[in-house]
């Protein structure tokens, strides 16, 4: 069982910058896949972006430029560094962490972003 713990979400401006962690409560050195994905309201969650443990990195199209996400070994935590924010950014971010392929993944709690004009 992995539980992971989400936080930095809060209300800002456009064009300004926030911070999120994923804080797991086990070793993160050997889970394959991590990441974050987030849900506007009325709209299907998607994937914003992912690190597996080799490194490897996607990102969403809408966000490639201005998020950058990071797993720190040693702190047991992903983060999501957000820059140059948009109103449609706004959604509830939820961290995932899949420990092998084919295995069920984990799933945090949600941390709420606001994005105002």
């Known amino acids: 069982q992995v539980q992971l713990v989400e936080s930095g979400g809060g209300l800002v401006q456009a064009g300004r910058s926030l911070r999120l962690s994923c804080a797991a409560s086990?070793?993160?050195?050997?889970?394959?896949?991590m990441g974050w994905y987030r849900q506007a309201p009325g709209k299907l969650r998607e994937s914003v972006a992912a690190v597996t443990s080799g490194g490897s990195i996607n990102y969403a199209d809408s966000v490639k430029g201005r998020f950058t996400i990071s797993r720190d070994s040693a702190k047991n935590t992903v983060y999501l560094q957000m820059n140059s924010l948009k109103p449609e950014d706004t959604a509830v971010y939820y961290c995932?962490?899949?420990?092998?392929?084919?295995?069920?993944?984990?799933w945090g709690q949600g941390t709420q972003v606001t994005v105002s004009s």
């Open positions: 086990i070793s993160i050195f050997g889970i394959n896949n």
């Open positions: 995932f962490a899949c420990p092998r392929v084919g295995t069920p993944c984990y």
